[in-house]
């Protein structure tokens, strides 16, 4: 064990040596897939993550033009090897050209967070079958092939790490929230099962519900009826979530696994 840990902190130390992270849905710099990519590269990950801006185009007002690219830029700037990846996650061989283009980095595949979310309102007087397919193609089949290439690829001796990003459909009902509910509670327990299969190979699997969070969609009077409802006065921040997706990606959460991490500040339901 004594050696082992050794190693550990040779590969790891202070920051990630030769190592990289998958992160989907990073296009907008306000959002959560953005914190996180810069999280893991203060830890010194190189990064490959995917977007798609025809989706933040039509659901996010406020999204401009490339904002990826300035991801891109700050990702550099801390020294790591970075790209980004444009590409439809509702594709059915989506999770295969991540996958390819991730093998061919030169440093070694060692985390993988599934961030990247489709989402509408929708009730049971609106839902149909696109609507529920559109939900299920990015939230939970790419999730789960990209997840089961992740266990194929990585080596044998890799502490490999799997973060799924879900939004507490356990603690209650969303309504008007029909497929998403749905499509998120699937990826909850997708992860607690894949987390036992993949425990042998090394690989730890969590998801984490980081609560209400703002990532440009809250106007002022959705923050003003939500801080009275955290115990801290304000709603969630994108580092928030990065910052605990960072932790389950360090040597430190290696006993951490097949768990979902509720991290919504103390917020009453």
């Not at 992740?150 to 939004?167: A, D």
Request: proline share 3%; net charge negative; with cysteine.
């Amino acid at each position: 064990m004594k050696s082992e840990w050794g190693n550990l902190m040779k590969i790891y130390g202070d920051r990630a040596l030769n190592q990289m992270a998958i992160v989907t849905g990073a296009t907008r710099m306000v959002g959560i897939g953005a914190a996180i990519c810069l999280a893991l590269a203060d830890k010194g990950f190189d990064i490959l993550y995917t977007y798609w801006p025809s989706y933040d185009r039509i659901h996010h007002d406020e999204y401009s033009q490339n904002e990826h690219e300035k991801l891109l830029e700050l990702l550099l700037e801390k020294g790591v090897k970075a790209e980004g990846i444009e590409i439809d996650l509702s594709c059915r061989d989506a999770y295969k050209d991540i996958m390819d283009r991730a093998n061919q980095f030169e440093s070694k595949l060692c985390v993988l967070v599934n961030n990247a979310a489709y989402s509408t309102r929708s009730n049971y007087e609106e839902l149909d079958a696109e609507e529920l397919d559109r939900h299920y193609f990015v939230n939970i089949r790419n999730t789960a092939l990209l997840s089961s290439e992740f266990c194929k690829n990585i080596s044998f001796g890799v502490r490999g790490k799997i973060i799924n990003m879900t939004s507490g459909q356990s603690l209650g009902a969303m309504p008007g929230e029909l497929a998403y509910a749905a499509s998120k509670g699937a990826v909850e327990a997708f992860t607690k099962t894949l987390a036992a299969e993949a425990a042998p190979k090394g690989i730890t699997v969590n998801a984490v519900n980081p609560g209400p969070t703002d990532t440009g969609w809250m106007t002022e009077e959705i923050k003003r009826e939500l801080n009275g409802r955290f115990p801290f006065g304000r709603p969630g921040q994108p580092m928030d979530a990065a910052r605990l997706v960072a932790f389950l990606a360090s040597p430190e959460a290696e006993w951490i696994t097949g768990q979902v991490i509720h991290s919504e500040g103390g917020f009453l339901r």
